[in-house]
């Protein structure tokens, strides 16, 4: 059963960076897909980016390619989300997700987060 735990959200200005990190309580976390997804309220979860087992590929949300640039460092457990140029738009929960493959897809995901706020001001 793989835990996760995201770190990292807070209130930033528009323009401003923020940088999630997800740790994750499991064994090999380099057989995992990990994504992070987000939730504003009266929205659906929506997918922001994917990283593969081994970090060779990334997937990202037209809406923040250029801004946000997810990563991983499996020795550690981590998954970070780099977020840049942030906009009133991008405010919303973030959850870390875990799955057997990267997928925009929610139900593709076997183990979430409990989310991290981030709110952007304008």
């Known amino acids: 059963q793989v835990q996760l735990v995201e770190s990292g959200g807070g209130l930033v200005q528009a323009g401003g960076s923020l940088r999630l990190s997800c740790a994750a309580s499991v064994r090999t976390i380099s057989n995992y897909a990990m994504s992070w997804f987000r939730q504003a309220p009266g929205k659906e979860r929506e997918f922001v980016a994917a990283?593969?087992?081994?970090?060779?590929?990334?997937y990202y949300r037209d809406s923040v390619k250029g801004r946000f640039t997810i990563s991983r460092d499996n020795a550690k457990n981590t998954v970070d989300l780099q977020m840049n140029s942030l906009k009133p738009e991008d405010t919303a929960i973030y959850y870390c997700?875990?799955?057997?493959?990267?997928?925009?897809?929610?139900?593709?995901?076997?183990?979430w987060g409990q989310g991290t706020q981030v709110t952007v001001s304008s």
């Open positions: 997700a875990a799955g057997p493959v990267v997928s925009e897809n929610r139900r593709a995901y076997t183990a």
């Open positions: 990283i593969s087992g081994h970090g060779r590929n990334t």
